[in-house]
Nanobody
Framework: QVQLVESGGGLVQPGGSLRLTCVASGIDFSIYAMAWYRRAPGKQREMVAAITSGHTTKYEDSVKGRFTTSRDNAKNTLYLEMNNLKSEDTAVYYC??????????WGQGTQVTVSS
């Protein structure tokens, strides 16, 4: 059974930093393409960052230069380092994993609130 569990969210002031973690179980993590999505209040879910099994990354334009995603296959863990956070980054952040055949799984989400 696939399980993705996010952690690391919280309340942070503008300009601050957070690191989100997604721990995977029940899967061969190393073959999964992984991604971080977010859903802000009143908005559609959007992809924030993605990383392939080969560690190639891509980012949504608004987070380029501020967010970095990485993975540690030995620990079955995906990370999202978020720096210089802005109020518009406030959202629920979700971990997503997809097999090479296209089968996807979601985590339960973690709330990130950027406010002074």
């Amino acid at each position: 059974q696939v399980q993705l569990v996010e952690s690391g969210g919280g309340l942070v002031q503008p300009g601050g930093s957070l690191r989100l973690t997604c721990v995977a179980s029940g899967i061969d993590f190393s073959i999964y393409a992984m991604a971080w999505y977010r859903r802000a209040p009143g908005k559609q879910r959007e992809m924030v960052a993605a990383i392939t099994s080969g560690h190639t990354t891509k980012y949504e334009d608004s987070v380029k230069g501020r967010f970095t995603t990485s993975r540690d296959n030995a620990k079955n863990t995906l990370y999202l380092e978020m720096n210089n956070l802005k109020s518009e980054d406030t959202a629920v952040y979700y971990c997503y994993g997809q097999t090479p055949s296209g089968q996807g799984s979601w985590g339960q989400g973690t709330q990130v609130t950027v406010s002074s």
